[in-house]
């Protein structure tokens, strides 16, 4: 228990910090380039688009310090967060009427970061299977707060590379590790941070797009209803009909079928709830994102007038922010800008489309030295990272397996795949486009949502990442996902479901939503595919980390048992890259096939071949430069009497784990 509570009070201040250094930086951002409202705001609003203007604005801004070094990008983010912050408290500053909206604050992100932490069992501590992920999220942060940016590959180090990755929101995190260094923050703290953090600004980002375009008062009783804050955490907690289809799963399988993570039953749309605790930096994007076309488009459903030109350069930072957080979310995003070009040329509002066309201009400046790290990937043999095929739909995968009997199944099936996707949120668009008609897209905000929203759907059904699993049509129907919660809020404020049998259908959905929340939660902190031996041996692994850490500079190169798909311990727990630590995050990373599946053959059978001597240990740990190896008893040669391992006494061994070090210039730090 008591490493439970360390760590959620560590990631508690992590995230405490990560809050800071955004809103603080926002605000400089919004006043500055005089983001369209901001002046008149109230306290939490006036914080909440601060917030928003943090996420768009400072992320490719600390790239360009980091390539300076670490300690010039977080210098940059302290400067910019302390020079905002004053402007947070002018009047109407804070008054007693927002302390239960603050308390609410305190209790989401002590939840979400509770239930993202280890937690202590009988036999040890046990993961929940977000690891996969936040194993990701705390090596990108610890491989740039080491070096800077752009950081170097840690699941395949290569002294000489970088990572060809979407690297930007770690340098959030990055910075959030360098500044609680001394306070005993380590980089997965920041990492988890980042969840409660984007599940503020995603609230932020609703209720600031909802006000702007103002589709609820297109009904006839815009006054009446729910009040707006309460009405958007209702439905931020819902998502689809998910549950029907895992529970189908379930009963042909006679029980014995549970998927560990239930969204994937099929190509997913990816609920709220799991995007803020899976994939904040995607969120980021999105924030990023409509940030830039809110400073474009202005207040109200309709501007004439032409954005300033301080509101073009903050639109480029964000867009430019947009691309490096996520590259799956800036294609959505820079396809709704072309098409908004074309509309506003088609409209005669030539100087519209000048302001945009420029920010877009801006934005590949203000990217380009990122770009210039990622364009290496394009040039790798293999599979195209982005190919066309339908969205699949697994249920008739299953049956129909030829072409292209399938690709017309599944086309034919797309609009049930959606509609349980979506569930309440499609039933609430269909809604509100039944009693609104074209006035849901007269102005400027509501326009790019419908725009958005056609790009969602046409990339998502027609195209998939190939690197590694559909990450393109998973994540850019986040665009259609805000629309689509937006026309549904503004469809019940509007009070559209006027039938009992459209309320009915709509608690229904929601109350399926609910509960799939309810079982996913679940499944994801059951994890059962950690098994008892590693919850066992955890506290013992975290144990020779911290060795390895107080021993070993930075650079040195540590390697685990390389994983199948995704290793974990050394990314969580330790701050070292591994020759190869995995298929997965290494190609994510970067790194090529062919250097994968070498790495993986040499490297592999040091933690299970028993009849390897310790001579050829070290010689494959010479070839690849590795200056020290974990082994744990989850590897084979750990109990095995014939192996290396029983042979050889290790320079660190606790009960479950032992570590041998090679380069001893290291080991004597």
């Not at 399988?253 to 990816?270: C, F, I, R, Y």
Request: with cysteine; aromatic share 12%.
């Amino acid at each position: 228990m008591g490493f439970f509570l360390t760590e959620v009070a560590s990631t508690s201040v992590a995230a405490v910090i990560l809050l800071w250094l955004l809103i603080g930086a926002g605000s400089l951002f919004a006043r500055l380039l005089r983001f369209p409202g901001y002046a008149e705001e109230g306290f939490l609003e006036r914080t909440g688009t601060a917030l928003l203007c943090g996420v768009a604005c400072l992320p490719v801004l600390l790239d360009l310090a980091g390539r300076l070094g670490a300690s010039a990008m977080g210098g940059l983010a302290v400067l910019l967060a302390l020079a905002g912050t004053p402007a947070l408290f002018r009047r109407p500053g804070l008054e007693l009427r927002h302390w239960p909206s603050i308390l609410g604050i305190v209790i989401w992100c002590v939840a979400d970061i509770a239930f993202l932490v280890d937690w202590p069992n009988g036999s040890g501590l046990a993961h929940g299977y977000f690891v996969i992920d936040y194993v990701k999220h705390a090596s990108a942060t610890w491989s740039i707060a080491s070096t800077g940016t752009p950081p170097w590959n840690p699941a395949a180090f290569d002294p000489q590379g970088h990572a060809a990755y979407y690297y930007f929101f770690y340098t959030l995190t990055a910075v959030v590790s360098l500044i609680g260094s001394h306070l005993g923050i380590e980089a997965r703290h920041a990492a988890y941070a980042a969840s409660p953090c984007m599940g503020l600004a995603l609230f932020a980002l609703v209720y600031a797009i909802w006000k702007r375009v103002a589709i609820h008062e297109i009904g006839d009783r815009a006054e009446a209803g729910p009040k707006a804050g309460v009405l958007i955490l209702v439905f931020l907690f819902a998502t689809g009909l998910d549950l029907l289809p895992n529970l189908f799963v379930m009963a042909i399988s006679d029980g014995k079928v549970m998927l560990a993570d239930p969204e994937s039953w099929n190509t997913q749309v990816t609920s709220w709830l799991s995007n803020v605790l899976w994939v904040p930096h995607h969120l980021a994007a999105l924030c990023a994102a409509m940030t830039g076309f809110m400073a474009l488009a202005g207040d109200g459903a309709s501007v004439r007038r032409a954005p300033s030109w301080r509101g073009v350069l903050l639109a480029s930072l964000a867009f430019a922010s947009m691309a490096g957080l996520s590259v799956y979310i800036a294609i959505g995003g820079a396809l709704t800008a072309m098409v908004w070009i074309v509309v506003l040329v088609a409209s005669r509002r030539l100087p519209f489309a000048l302001r945009v066309g420029a920010a877009g201009s801006l934005s590949l400046g203000f990217a380009a030295p990122w770009l210039s790290t990622l364009a290496v990937r394009f040039g790798q043999p293999g599979a195209p990272p982005i190919a066309f095929a339908v969205r699949a739909f697994e249920m008739t995968d299953a049956i129909v397996k030829d072409e292209p009997s399938r690709s017309l199944t599944r086309l034919a099936f797309l609009p049930l795949s959606y509609g349980i996707e979506f569930g309440i949120f499609a039933l609430g668009a269909w809604v509100f486009w039944q009693r609104v008609g074209r006035k849901g897209w007269s102005g400027d905000l509501r326009a790019i949502l419908l725009i958005a929203t056609v790009m969602s759907f046409a990339v998502g059904s027609f195209l998939y990442s190939t690197i590694s699993n559909n990450d393109l049509g998973w994540r850019i129907m986040l665009f259609a996902q805000l629309a689509t919660l937006i026309w549904t809020l503004s469809a019940v404020r509007a009070k559209f479901f006027t039938s009992l049998r459209l309320r009915a259908a709509a608690f229904v959905c929601i109350g399926l939503a609910y509960l799939f929340d309810a079982y996913t939660l679940f499944e994801l902190r059951r994890n059962p595919e950690q098994t008892n031996l590693q919850r066992s041996i955890l506290p013992d692994e975290i144990a020779s980390w911290r060795w390895l850490d107080a021993r070993l500079p930075a650079a040195s190169v540590v390697q685990e048992r390389p994983n199948v798909i995704r290793a974990t311990s050394y990314g969580l727990y330790g701050h070292f890259p591994q020759a190869i630590a995995d298929r997965e995050n290494a190609r994510l990373y970067g790194a090529s096939q062919e250097l994968i599946d070498r790495r993986m053959r040499s490297i592999s059978p040091i933690f299970s071949d028993a009849h390897l001597s310790y001579d050829q240990v070290r010689a494959i740990a010479a070839a690849y430069k590795v200056d020290a190896l974990v082994v744990s008893a989850n590897d084979p040669v750990f109990r095995d009497p014939r192996s290396w391992v029983q042979a050889t006494l290790p320079e660190y061994a606790n009960q479950n784990v032992k570590v041998f070090v090679f380069n001893q210039k290291s080991y004597d730090k």
